[in-house]
């Protein structure tokens, strides 16, 4: 299994390391207007050409495919507003005409809305073959494979050695717990969308997850919403542990950053898979089926491959930076969130009240007080 780690780890600095690329050199015709809006305008046309995109995607991720596709089809204006899971959902719902396509990581969410009607159909033929596996009906559609990490910094491996997983990250709390007090980090599962999900997945698992809660709470471990709020405390010092962090997200941050090192679990590896629809109110509708044609095709999914570090689905794209190679080297260990029915039990409102009250007692006492999932969206 230290195999696997050791090779897992290698692999990951290959797969989730962006490249230069296209998007370095189009950007003349992109604005900000403001920290969580791109746009990118369209190119001698007076028409109202538009494409607009509601995501939980970091600029620096999405950038490269909205540029490649604008450079395909430069007479479409894109917006794009970068949200969190569960603001991205609640917006959704609010305003459901404001927007054409919606991408998160937050799957259960995503599958919620489609099994609701709130999806449109697409029926290209791109649309069509897309793997089985990878979408539900032909409304929801799962384009990126990211393995969950833990970061740790070296203040901690210098003081209490090197980690190789779950169960020695256990055995650390327990016996330094005091040591370690607020210097851990990890997601909110009560206010996070893809840290509940992650929660679901590792209850399953794991027998011992709900140990490693425990110990987190005894040593006052720190909340966040984002993987992005894990990186910045890891990097600043104040944490000297992150748990559950999205790989694609992280690695860039080590490399930046020698006093960072990615832990890859040896036992079992999580997959977060971020999916699209189309709004069935969208207000371009064509555009929007348009660039999901581009995102689950083979140009957009190399691109996904070789200029971010989101991980490419598609069955023909192979090699450096997609999930067919992470599957050939690694396997069962890798443990992908099915987009199944399933998913839509786990925002049963009992369910997940349920869920998270054990996450609270076991983690006691710094969770707000757990709220109906139709609040907490």
């Not at 910094?153 to 370690?180: F, M, P």
């Not at 542990?241 to 992280?250: E, K, Q, T, V, W």
Request: charged content about 15%; hydrophobic content about 40%.
């Amino acid at each position: 299994m230290r195999y696997l780690s050791t090779c897992l780890t290698l692999l990951l600095t290959v797969f989730i390391t962006p490249r230069p690329g296209l998007a370095d050199n189009i950007l003349g015709d992109t604005t900000r207007t403001a920290a969580n809006v791109l746009t990118l305008n369209a190119k001698n046309t007076s028409s109202k050409n538009e494409l607009v995109l509601h995501g939980a995607l970091d600029m620096e991720y999405i950038t490269p495919i909205l540029s490649a596709f604008h450079q395909r089809y430069p007479h479409i204006s894109i917006t794009y507003r970068n949200l969190e899971t569960l603001e991205l959902h609640q917006r959704f719902q609010d305003a459901p005409n404001e927007v054409d396509i919606l991408i998160s990581s937050a799957m259960p969410w995503q599958y919620q809305l489609a099994n609701d009607g709130y999806a449109q159909s697409l029926d290209s033929p791109i649309a069509k073959s897309w793997p089985a596996q990878a979408r539900w009906r032909q409304e929801l559609f799962a384009f990126t494979f990211e393995p969950v990490v833990m970061v740790v910094h070296r203040e901690l491996t210098q003081r209490y050695g090197q980690l190789s997983g779950y169960v020695d990250l256990l055995n650390l709390l327990k016996a330094h717990g005091t040591d370690l007090n607020g210097r851990i980090v990890t997601y909110n599962p009560a206010t996070s969308g893809a840290g509940y999900s992650h929660a679901i997945q590792e209850a399953q698992l794991s027998p011992r997850y709900w140990d490693l809660i425990s110990a987190f709470g005894n040593a006052n471990a720190q909340l966040v919403n984002t993987t992005s709020a894990m990186l910045e405390g890891l990097i600043e010092g104040r944490f000297w542990i992150g748990y559950g962090l999205l790989g694609s997200y992280a690695q860039p941050s080590v490399e930046a950053n020698p006093e960072l090192e990615i832990i890859i679990p040896e036992s079992y590896v999580l997959v977060t898979q971020r999916t699209a629809l189309v709004s069935r109110h969208a207000p371009n509708a064509e555009n929007a089926r348009t660039f999901m044609d581009f995102l689950l095709g083979k140009t957009g999914q190399h691109i996904i491959a070789e200029q971010t570090p989101l991980g490419a689905l598609h069955p023909e794209v192979i090699g450096e930076g997609s999930a067919a190679e992470l599957r050939r080297l690694h396997g069962d260990a890798l443990r992908p969130l099915a987009l199944t029915p399933a998913l839509l039990a786990t925002l049963d409102n009992l369910k997940r009240q349920a869920l998270l009250q054990r996450w609270q007692r076991e983690f006691s006492p710094t969770l707000p007080e757990v709220t109906t999932s139709a609040d907490a969206q």
